[in-house]
Nanobody, 127 residues
Framework: QVQLVESGGGLVQAEDSLRLSCAAS????????MAWFRQAPGKEREFVAA????????YYADSVKGRFTISRDNAKNTVYLQMNSLKPTDTATYYC????????????????????WGQGTQVTVSS
């Protein structure tokens, strides 16, 4: 099991940038596939981005491709989500998630593919 704590959310204007961080503690961070999901009020939690254990493989939802970048620093036990050109439709609570070991491409985009979750950080984008 790994404990996850997100930070970096806030209130920004459209076209602004934010960088979210997720600090992990517990078992070996580099053994985990990591991901970001988000959930807007009244909507289901949806996949945003995922990154493999060594950071060599990344996957993105079509809605954020080209604007968001997921990365990780295994020495710091941290995964990041750089969000550029933010839109009001990006407004949501953003959650960090971890899965022990490798996760298949399709499974990595599913809520059920992850075992551990952070408490979330709110991102609000005004127009």
């Amino acid at each position: 099991q790994v404990q996850l704590v997100e930070s970096g959310g806030g209130l920004v204007q459209a076209e602004d940038s934010l960088r979210l961080s997720c600090a992990a503690s517990g078992r070996t961070f580099s053994s985990y596939t990591m991901a970001w999901f988000r959930q807007a009020p009244g909507k289901e939690r949806e996949f945003v981005a995922a990154i493999g254990r060594r950071g060599l493989s990344t996957y993105y939802a079509d809605s954020v491709k080209g604007r968001f970048t997921i990365s990780r620093d295994n020495a710091k036990n941290t995964v990041y989500l750089q969000m550029n050109s933010l839109k009001p439709t990006d407004t949501a609570t953003y959650y960090c998630a971890a899965a022990f070991g490798a996760v298949g491409t399709k499974r990595s985009t599913e809520v059920g593919g992850y075992d551990d979750w952070g408490q979330g950080t709110q991102v609000t984008v005004s127009s």
